[in-house]
T-cell receptor
Framework: QSVLTQPPSVSGAPGQRVTISCTGS?????????VHWYQQLPGTAPKAVIY???NRPSGVPDRFSGSKSGTSASLVITGLQAEDEADYHC???????????FGGGTKLTVL | QVHLVQPGAEVRTPGASVKVSCKAS????????IHWVRQAPGEGLEWLGW????????NYAQKFQGRVTMTRDTSIGTAYVELSRLRSDDTAIYYC?????????????????WGQGTLITVSS
């Protein structure tokens, strides 16, 4: 049972836009903790695509964007490409647990 | 370029301990926090804790306190995580990851570079 809740899967056709949600609580996202997002291709280590709610690391396409509101955050991918097919994980700091927590991960399928 | 290199795999029996290494290169090892994160087969990510390589100060996830120990050897730029009293549900890939904040800043908790992971299998 993950502290942050993500949908198990989402899908979209090439060129479309998809949104992956991450729902937390007043102990983490709702408390103002930053949200970070990671992309994990099969058999590889995760890679940051969004940090600090809305910031893209160098080299990440601007098709990836992040937002946060209340106790939730979202990762939006526009102009979907086959190479975006991966698992996506959200992360935030939980004040009750005094540590960082993750969502269960969302599998993105490009149709 | 920054690299974090980990061994490929280890096998342990229940009740044993395991120590995983993470050798850093391409930057000043003592200047950045190192975190440890694990991922059980088919599951999500789980944070174990961080170490300040300069001071050796650590911060562990509540779930692992008493069972995890993070250390470092600055002479060889390597961080370690040791997990004791292993159980079958400790079977997972263990990753080290660098925090982009430098040690004179607050830990950000995001990870800009990751090791390739070490598969730890706990089985009798």
């Amino acid at each position: 049972q993950s502290v942050l809740t993500q949908p198990p899967s989402v899908s979209g056709a090439p060129g479309q836009r998809v949104t992956i949600s991450c729902t937390g609580s007043s102990s983490n996202i709702g408390a103002g903790s930053d949200v970070h997002w990671y992309q994990q291709l099969p058999g590889t280590a995760p890679k940051a695509v969004i940090y600090g709610n809305t910031n893209r690391p160098s080299g990440v396409p601007d098709r990836f964007s992040g937002s946060k509101s209340g106790t939730s955050a979202s990762l939006v991918i526009t102009g979907l490409q086959a190479e975006d097919e991966a698992d996506y994980h959200c992360q935030s700091y939980d004040r009750s647990l005094s540590g960082w927590v993750f969502g269960g991960g969302t599998k993105l399928t490009v149709l | 370029q920054v690299h974090l290199v980990q061994p490929g795999a280890e096998v342990r029996t229940p009740g044993a301990s395991v120590k995983v290494s993470c050798k850093a290169s391409g930057y000043t090892f003592s200047d950045y926090y190192i975190h440890w994160v694990r991922q059980a087969p088919g599951e999500g990510l789980e944070w174990l804790g961080w170490i300040n390589p300069n001071s050796a100060v650590t911060n562990y996830a509540q779930k692992f306190q008493g069972r995890v120990t993070m250390t470092r050897d600055t002479s060889i730029g390597t961080a370690y995580v040791e997990l004791s009293r292993l159980r079958s549900d400790d079977t997972a890939i263990y990753y080290c990851a660098r925090d982009p904040s430098q040690i004179w800043q607050l830990v950000s908790g995001s990870f800009d570079y990751w090791g390739q992971g070490t598969l730890i299998t706990v089985s009798s």
